[in-house]
Structure formats: C-alpha cells, structure tokens
C-alpha cells in the first residue's frame, strides 16, 4: 500500500494538537546533543515566538493565529545549548488565567455565546504571538493588531505594553474602543546597514490610515509615524524594506466587512472578502511622503521572502 500523502487540513490538525494544552514555563534549561558538538563559535540567542496554547479554560481558539504569545530563548555559547520558554503576559492574558475564562474575541474566535455576547465588543486580545524583535537591548513580542509587549530578554518575563513615548497610546474613538494601542506591525525589518527599525501599522475607521513607522535601533523613542490615508480598507500584512530604506507593499484586492465583526456575527477573519475586479495596487513609499503606485493583475501575498534593487528595477 502506497502512503497518503498529508493534506493541508491533517498539517493543520496535527498543529493545533501540538499547541492544544498550555505548555510549561522553562528556565535556562540545558539541552543533551543527540550526536555531533556544538560549534566553537556559535554564540548568539535566538529568540522565537508563535502560539502556544489554542484553548483558554477549555475553550478552543477556531483559528490558528490566536493562540497565546509563546516566546523561547535559545542560548548557543560555543559549548553548550540552553533553553527558555514563557508566555507573553498581557493584560489580557493575565486577566483570562485570574478568571479563568476565555473574555476576549480573537482574530478568528468569537465569544462563546453567539451574537449576543460578541455584539459591540471591539476589543480584541493582543495575542502577542506573531513574531519578536531586538530594539537596542529590547525585546518585543509583536501583534499586528495592536502595541509590543516588551520583554526582559535575560528572564522572559513580561515588562508590559510598550507605549513608545507615547506615540503608540490609543488615539481617536476606535482606537480607543478597541483598547490594545496603536497598531504596530507584526514583522518589522532592521536595516543590516543603519540598524533602523521600519514597520507599519493598518489603523481602521471611516478611512484606513497606513501609519509607517521608522526607529532607530540605539534609542527608545519611537518618532510620530508619517501618516497616509488609503482609499479603502485593505489587507496588507508584511512589506519589503529596499535599501534606500522605501517601503514597498502589496495592497491587494482583500477587504473586510468591518460591519459583522461589530455586530457580533463574525470575528475579523470571518469578514475577510475579495474585492472582485479590482486590481492589486503596488505602493513605493519614499522621503517625503512620496507615493509610487502601479497596478497589476490581482492576486494575494501574506509573506515576502525578499526584495532588493538591481540597477533601476526592484526585484
């Protein structure tokens, strides 16, 4: 007999049953070779962040990118390898483990209860369990939806929301409903030359607003974020830094009927609808607010792998 091959739904399963049950807490924690050495000058931390429960209480998350904020610490010293691992401690997080219940919506996971529970609620959990990055001698676990939660690198353990010198405290009626700061984009890139952070945040309401954000690394400051109004709701989840430090983005034909997850029908990825007929927008970003914008055929990009300029085209 010839073995199935996998499908999407088996890889999704056997995921979520990895990260079904919380996982443990871990403290520098050494970890035995199977074989081999560790190279004499592999010395660094890596850090990683993802989901690592997708129920709270009992209550399954019904999507895979709403599962508590896990970060783990591997530590390479030439010799050895250690290991550490702790959720991220939001507020939220915090208040759920106090009652132990699920009390917030997610991006793909409504309340249990149906409308009348989910209804008017816009305040989402900030999951923190996208991605991580070093600012200087800080840690952030980031969620696109809203604020970083800052970390100590050494421990793990949760300093608390990053307010940015205030810059990424909650401004304007749906900012302030929903509670979870200033968006501040899941996959920041750190220029290899300057060291400059550059992200960006998708800030809802009556007009989407594309905050760009740019940081440099040495200091704690984050400077107010150039802001540029875009023409309707999009979908855009990660972008490409060039080395000329312009961004780059695919605003493709995606939007979100808003209206449901208001009204308590859907969560955020439930509202998720393609605009038909409408093209892909490709939006350069340089100095001084300048905006290059071409169309091309419609289509969906979620992750880039890497972008860069060869003479006077970007790749």
């Not at 759920?96 to 917030?104: A, D, I, M, S």
């Not at 409903?177 to 800030?203: N, V």
């Not at 060039?242 to 439930?270: E, K, N, T």
């Not at 001084?288 to 979620?302: A, E, L, N, T």
């Amino acid at each position: 007999m010839c073995k199935r091959e996998p499908t999407i739904s088996d890889i999704i399963r056997a995921y979520e049953g990895l990260t079904r049950a919380p996982r443990g807490a871990y403290q520098n924690i050494p970890l035995e070779l199977e074989h081999g050495a560790v190279p004499e000058d592999l010395c660094g931390t890596l850090f990683r962040n993802g989901p690592g429960a997708m129920e709270c209480f009992g209550t399954p998350y019904e999507h895979m990118f709403d599962g508590d904020g896990y970060v783990q610490k591997i530590r390479f010293d030439g010799a050895s390898i250690r290991f550490s691992a702790e959720f991220v401690q939001t507020a939220e997080f915090v208040r759920e483990r106090e009652q132990r219940r699920v009390l917030y919506r997610s991006f793909g996971t409504n309340l249990p209860g149906g409308i009348p529970r989910n209804a008017g609620r816009f305040r989402l959990k900030n999951a923190a369990n996208t991605s991580v990055i070093m600012q200087g001698e800080r840690l952030f676990a980031l969620w696109e939806g809203g604020a970083p939660t800052e970390l100590n690198p050494h421990t793990l353990q949760t300093i608390g929301r990053w307010q940015g010198d205030g810059v990424l405290q909650p401004r304007g009626p749906v900012e302030s409903l929903m509670k979870i700061g200033r968006p501040y984009a899941s996959h920041a890139k750190k220029h290899p030359e300057t060291g400059s952070i550059f992200t960006f945040g998708i800030l809802p309401g009556i007009r989407q607003h594309l905050l760009l954000y740019q940081t440099e690394d040495h200091t704690h400051a984050v400077p107010s974020p150039r802001d540029v109004i875009l023409p309707s709701l999009s979908f855009m989840h990660d972008f490409i830094l060039l080395d000329d430090g312009r961004y780059l983005f695919f605003d493709v034909p995606v939007s979100f009927r808003l209206w449901r997850m208001f009204a308590g029908i859907d969560p955020p990825a439930g509202t998720i609808v393609e605009r038909e007929g409408h093209p892909t927008v490709i939006r350069l970003f340089g100095e001084g607010g300048k905006q290059i914008v071409w169309h091309s055929d419609p289509c969906f990009v979620f992750h880039f792998a890497n972008g860069y300029r060869s003479r006077n085209e970007i790749v």
